[in-house]
């Protein structure tokens, strides 16, 4: 549902080519007046985005005005009950908020278990590291690939943790569904339609993290592209938007937490580490994250940070972890959720 | 504290040139050599920006590091310990979390204390309200000017609350101290030095809002200008800052909040309702700031949002706002606060 | 005009306290149907701003769309022929791209004479430098204050260069004007209201820049400002706005030259050297600008820019300068100009 | 090569431990000292990243200063000459400015042949158009796929032209690859690490757009992800970046163009139609481009933009197209370069 708004004063002619051109698209418009304006409605289902090009360039045309969320079935409006995502003992976008958390990259058999014992003591449910890593330089780590899984394997058989792991390309999807419990898109991949599609075919649920230059409505059109091609089972995570500000690697966008909780079911968890950039920063903005209404957590931890092949910085060591739990059960608590 | 890295290879009389200048402004140059590079250290106090500019332009200079923060007396290397403000019984930046309410734009007598009533009630200690309006149209509302400082006074007389209101030029500030208690710089002129530094010369506490496009350090280095003309009370605010992101009307820096609190030792609060300009996200970005380490809040409050001269949309209605104030009370206590 | 725009299904009792508040604030609604949402249209003049926070409070509005700029005076449909400002022989806004040249600050009498000489040479047309210089830091460097104006008016009398200087006070607004033949409104002060308005009852021409921070309609709603208080000779100057890239200054919104130049009346000149903040960068970016359809160039020229007090990295050297006018002169007659 | 700045009055257990991970990862410490702290340079090839995230975790350090750009192959420092890329009659990067249009998606046979042999007439040399589609919306149109790649062919055996197109995904390289003459890395996908690999071992020219909020040195960085797997012919294109300005689609990084040719050797074009997203702004940013020193241009040509499928509103139609390449000649003259 569009609005079209006509100059005023138009000349019939365009007035005209705009209505043949609606009814061409297959559209009844429907004309209405406001001063010396013309309105025209459009009503009906169908792809406004492409009704807007299509108009907006005509003459006599001033502004097109779309009525409704481009977003379908991510939106309340469609369903509005909070979706949630069950995973055996472990239920996203529940009561419970729910931590997920573990180095930034599977550098070692060793590093990844030290650090899966760690986090599970310290209470998370879900254990991250990454086997292919995006980086800036192609100089840098890219992470150890299906050996990397294969520790995250590992590490969940011993701790009953679940796994979160990257996924880069659609080449590899089939290999880290082998191993992975949920499936991640990065934030430099959210809108690598190829993956998105591919993904929405799959049966593990995605942890859709924002892009760092995108906009809450391009997230959920994201969200959008895994839905509609049939997996329903999509977890979105805010971490932290591009912005003139260089103290800190980015800055959270802490109102998106309640802003998509409104305008979308689905869970909405927050990534404390890559927001900020710096471990001392992660505990305050953990808790912000949770009062605002967070579903969960995603944090990075490693027990030897100044080892770290990656975002050494921003990674908590185990006993900073552990206290921040702590502290953290106490502001869920106070917002009505539990940890 | 500079390091100039000069170029590999550099040539002598280019290496020359620079310690010359070095000496020419009064420092003194300590080379060491790092590989193919010559550094050069420079020492002692003085205007960094200044010799930054000088050296920075002459041939076979690489680059030039400053090696310490710009601000001074707003750092906690100069003031390790918080500092609180004393407004008889409501401190600033001690163990409460201190709460500002009340409506935008002072817009009539009833308006004000129909609205200082409920705050009040509802426990905030300060109320807020522009008798001088900064707006983006000359053809907006501009506020009530003396009028309205003559109605904050009358509602601080009836309910006891404190006063903050806005000034906004060198020639209004004998004007406003006569009625506030609090003077407020809004984001708009958070760079405008002359205001500043008559504030600077003033005995009230200036509450300085954040630029909506500022730097954490450029507010800080504007609170330097207050603290080195002599006030040393200053409450910093945060208040959302410009982004891409259109869906709120600014974009908290949640992680502004402790960073800040890290840096310096100034009290810090923040406004949920410019960060989001919609009313429905205040209540759980209020906790999010309580639960990030805020000092305090300020809220608009407003009996008629609909009625409503200025930022209507953003305004809370009193029942909402002690529904809001009860749930903070939690968030405070989980986090080791009162309220 | 705007039109608000219903909730499918609205209630008739929301719908009423909508068309009875249209009413009560003295307009008349027009309704209208388009498919399941009831459109109503607000004609007459009036406030917009105003009009748009009262009613987007109330149960069941959608969606609020104004249908006009909210600039008038500045507007191309007000006046839609280009204004242009005399000065003497010098017109800003016609067929010649005026040059405006000189140091950031004024710093001396020699080194102001200096460099007037050598912008004259080149062919610049007004003279720029500081007297009051806004500076992030306390600590720097602050300007000259009268003594600064008194040197730009006797380079004036020298070379018969116009002067274009800063204000950035309502107190300093009779002393520069006795000194000036343009004033300025630097960046950090696009939004300092109270200043504007005095400006619009000075019978200087301004020129206004940009706020680094501020979109374009913000810029011609602050040239309102001065046009609505009775100053019709507004100058705009782009200088770059602030993003995350950090290698130039500011970034330089190239496209907001003809953007600006189609929605508006007024002269529209760019600043290549705050926009990079590198002088090399300069000269393409200047060409750039005048390929665009800037008006005018406003460039900073130092004749020792390792001495410069300020922004000596992006001061050009008179050499360098000479040579750019030169190949300015073809860019300008490629595009119709002269210079 | 970095330099990692001590914290003043660093103890020497913190001293040791920094220069024995400094060994331990095989470098070799410099120490100096200037004032009251320890600098230590660290020589030699090798991962920056890693060097500094592994330092900067660890107690006594206070900055961590890289003292070289992190890439490598782009760099003129690497390769001082400008590098061309020559097809056939078509010399990208040399001496003229070449000029790249078209529709652009592929939307027909007769769409596409129409608009290859209108931009052939005006003077375009390679004629651009999509077959795989990137679009926020699942519900947009895709692109037709390898139908539109035989469309492009068939347009190049008619034409003359040269064809650029995108692709999307590894596992349509080897299909584009069959058609392309260039093939396009989009925006969305210039941190699509593993289509960069993949594109780094193929045979054609690549086109790299830079992300719409990526930095200009992390555009440099995906340049030497293909470079460094074998590639060295690519194109580096500014189409826009994403600020808080909504009036245009971005905001044309036009200092970006002289910028990346003093760092980089490869050539680099612009893309007006993207940048602006309004067709008559088109043309006065392309002479900028152009006089700001571009080696190229991209522009979306439509004969029929009001029947567009994508981006009609920005497209020119083919009479607008023709007379901007005529006073693109002139403005090309005008800065040494032919068209």
Chains 1, 2, 3, 4 share one sequence.
């Not at 009525?67 to 469609?78: D, G, T």
């Not at 550098?107 to 986090?119: D, I, K, P, T």
């Not at 890559?274 to 992660?282: C, F, I, N, Q, Y």
């Not at 092949?309 to 917002?335: H, I, R």
Request: hydrophobic share 40%; net charge neutral.
């Amino acid at each position: 549902m569009l609005i079209v708004v006509m100059k005023p004063r138009v000349m019939v002619k365009d007035m005209g080519a705009v209505l043949k051109k609606i009814e061409d698209m297959g559209y009844q418009p429907h004309i209405s007046r406001s001063g010396e304006r013309n309105l025209i409605g459009i009503i009906g289902e169908g792809n406004e985005e492409k009704i807007k090009d299509s108009l907006s360039v005509l003459e006599g045309v001033e502004q097109i005005v779309p009525l409704s969320q481009p977003f379908k079935l991510a939106s309340r409006e469609f369903h509005p009950e909070d979706s949630t995502i069950n995973l055996g003992p472990v239920v996203i976008g529940g009561e419970e908020v729910v931590v997920m958390a573990g180095p930034c990259a599977v550098e070692s058999r060793e590093q990844l278990l030290e650090a899966a014992e760690a986090v599970k003591e310290a209470g998370a449910k879900i254990l991250r590291g990454g086997a292919f890593k995006p980086r800036t330089s192609p100089y840098s780590f890219q992470g150890l690939g299906e050996k990397g899984l294969e520790y995250l394997a590992e590490a969940r058989e011993r701790t009953g943790l679940l796994i979160v792991t990257e996924v880069m390309s659609t080449g590899d999807i089939t290999l880290v569904a082998r191993y992975a419990d949920i499936m991640q898109v990065g934030a430099r991949n959210m809108q690598n339609y190829a993956l998105l599609q591919e993904l929405g075919k799959a049966r593990h649920p995605i942890l859709l993290k924002r892009g760092m230059m995108s906009s809450v409505e391009e997230l959920l059109m994201s969200a959008e592209y895994i839905l509609s091609n049939g997996n329903p089972r999509v977890i979105l995570c805010e971490r932290g938007i591009r912005t003139f500000e260089k103290m800190t690697r980015n800055t959270l966008d802490i109102s998106a937490v309640p802003l998509i909780k409104n305008l979308c079911h689905l869970p909405m968890i927050v990534d404390p580490s890559h927001a900020t950039g710096k471990w001392e920063l992660v505990a305050p903005v953990s808790k912000a994250a949770v009062a605002a209404g967070a579903d969960g957590l995603i944090i990075e931890v490693h027990s030897h940070p100044e080892e770290a092949l990656s975002d050494g910085p921003q990674s908590l060591k185990p006993e900073v972890f552990k206290k921040l739990m702590e502290e953290l059960k106490k502001v869920a608590a106070a917002v009505g959720r539990k940890l």
